[in-house]
């Protein structure tokens, strides 16, 4: 049983905070604000070199960058902040003591170790083989001991959370079921470990390849292993966004889940189907039979789809009947309208919902099928439709809860206000920018991963379409916008925590939590007797949106396949 002197209470919520949990959080989050930084510089040249008219970085330095910014910003940045999200979710809504801290300190020591250890590899030149690293590329052997010991580290802060939710359960620190959002967590951590065995079970092989102990490694048993790790790792960023969606609409609106159990049977989908969306990278490979593919993809996968759009109707339904509760009934979106949009916290989630399912989930889909993906295969559609997924989805995201951990957490005000509530704004309107146009130059035949899309110095010749021209300068641009939004997040979270007043000056003495933010965050059941006319508008446009697209995709299908 912990002490009470080890505990603070959060003066904004009355949440109960075991100071090793409290640091945890902190140094997790720092870390990964820094590497996006990082990351964010390095996408800035990639996408300017990818622009023609700049064209920045000489080839060998392009493909550096593309590394280093894949590192970065997919697995870096956004694994570091869901640490700090599993110590919030597990000690923080619990109550609870953080299970042990020391082998968590540990877990966090390798990962900075070997973020580290992999950047410095990329730095020096000889590793430069892309985020997914297909052999017969080689790296330098402390570049995949780095990814290795990253990811043993986030193996053993997973550990920890689960660790954490055995105490809280013996303890008896909360009663019932955990939380929506603990569950949610939960969700991701387990996805996770299948993540992590994924990685080993390929890279560490793969190690003793580069260091000359293994003479071969087959290219598609290689594919096939590292895309359970380098897809199913978005799939933890999935579960962990959803989960934080719910928790801001609980602590900013006071929102709970239509439904408790359809939301919790979603992310149980999570688990069960989600990871079997990595199969869209591998519908090109012939060495594949067609029947594991359509099974995959087909089949198997629109479960996992139907759980994100389980998500995608509970959550802004849920805003939705919280406003009404409110007296906001007027018409179908009285309650959209006087939501608090000021409110960074607020407005980058409900932004980050709608370019999530609007740009992401319907080109996910529509990439997943496995006749239409012969024409985006390796085109730039497939990193469009990630950014619309990892960026306007997690990242954007876990920017938006950052507003509220400040204060919870660092005990900061947040600080230059008006900053803050046009961050969201700016950073999405760059990052649909950059999907849209990245997926219009991909449907256009762009290549993914060449350096020069003029073809300059090749022996042979190849002009694409004026428009795929333009849509890389507009690419371009959005990426600068983007980069803009990234700078301002990062400006108001670092000058906050360095200048910001505190919200106490001492940790509060251990109290009963009265706040109804804090009790909405661990509220269980469901919503009664609500109507959401709005919510149901908006989900017939979003069908009626993926219906279009899907068959305009058959028809670019039918167009450079011609029958007869």
């Given at each position: 049983m912990a002490n009470s002197e080890e505990f603070r209470t959060c003066p904004a919520t009355g949440l109960r905070v075991h100071l090793q949990a409290d640091s945890l959080i902190k140094a997790n989050a720092v870390v990964a604000v820094v590497f996006l930084l990082i990351g964010g510089l390095f996408g800035l040249l990639v996408a300017l070199t990818r622009w023609p008219a700049v064209h920045i970085l000489p080839a060998d330095w392009f493909y550096l960058a593309l590394t280093a910014h894949g590192f970065d910003v997919l697995l870096v940045w956004i694994i570091f902040f869901e640490m700090a999200v599993l110590h919030f979710a597990s000690a923080v809504l619990l109550g609870s003591r953080v299970a042990t801290p020391r082998v968590a300190w540990a877990g966090f020591a390798l990962m900075l170790v070997g973020a580290l250890m992999a950047n410095v590899a990329v730095l020096q030149g000889d590793s430069s083989v892309m985020f997914t690293s297909y052999v017969p590329m080689k790296a330098e052997p402390h570049f995949y001991l780095g990814v290795i010991l990253f990811a043993v580290g986030a193996l053993l802060q997973v550990g920890v959370f689960f660790g954490t939710l055995v105490v809280a359960k013996a303890e008896k620190t909360y009663e019932g079921s955990i939380p929506l959002v603990t569950f949610g967590a939960l969700t991701a951590a387990i996805i996770a470990v299948f993540t992590i065995a994924s990685g080993a079970i390929i890279l560490i092989p793969t190690l003793l390849w580069s260091l000359g102990f293994i003479s071969h490694i087959d290219p598609l048993v290689y594919k096939t292993i590292w895309w359970a790790m380098g897809h199913s790792s978005q799939q933890i960023n999935v579960a962990a966004h959803v989960s934080i969606w719910y928790l801001v609409a609980a602590v900013v609106l006071g929102a709970k889940p239509l439904s408790e159990k359809v939301s919790r049977m979603a992310f149980l989908m999570y688990i069960l189907f989600l990871q079997l969306a990595s199969a869209h990278h591998l519908l090109a490979e012939p060495g594949i039979s067609s029947e594991w593919k359509i099974f995959n993809t087909s089949y198997a996968m629109y479960l996992a789809v139907l759980g994100s759009m389980i998500h995608g109707l509970t959550v802004p339904g849920s805003i939705e009947a919280?406003?009404?509760?409110?007296?906001?009934?007027?018409?179908?979106?009285?309650?959209?309208?006087?939501?608090?949009?000021?409110?960074?916290?607020?407005?980058?989630?409900?932004?980050?919902?709608l370019l999530f399912g609007f740009l992401g989930g319907i080109s996910g889909v529509v990439m997943g099928v496995e006749q239409i993906n012969l024409i985006m295969h390796n085109t730039l559609y497939v990193p469009g439709h990630f950014h619309a997924t990892v960026v306007a989805g997690t990242t954007l995201t876990f920017m938006a809860v950052t507003y509220l951990l400040v204060p919870l957490i660092f005990q900061r005000e947040i600080i230059w206000p008006k900053v803050a509530q046009w961050q969201p704004y700016v950073f999405a309107i760059g990052v649909a920018g950059i999907s849209v146009f990245m997926m219009g130059a991909g449907t256009l035949g762009v290549s993914r991963r060449h350096w020069d899309m003029t073809f300059a110095d090749s022996a042979l010749q190849f002009d694409y379409p004026a428009a795929a021209f333009l849509m890389m300068g507009l690419n371009g641009l959005s990426a600068i916008l983007a980069a803009v939004g990234g700078v301002m997040y990062i400006a108001v979270v670092v000058a906050s925590l360095l200048f910001g007043k505190r919200t106490s000056s001492e940790?509060?003495?251990?109290?009963?939590?009265?706040?109804?933010?804090?009790a909405a965050?661990?509220?269980?059941g469901s919503a009664r007797d609500v109507q959401i006319p709005g919510t149901a508008v908006l989900a017939g446009v979003f069908l009626t949106a993926f219906v279009l697209y899907y068959f305009v995709n058959w028809k670019y299908l039918s167009e450079i396949w011609p029958l007869g």
């Open positions: 919280a406003q009404r509760a409110k007296g906001f009934t007027n018409g179908l979106f009285e309650w959209l309208r006087k939501a608090p949009w000021g409110n960074p916290a607020f407005s980058g989630v409900f932004l980050s919902l940790p509060a003495a251990v109290a009963e939590s009265t706040s109804p933010d804090a965050v661990g509220e269980y």
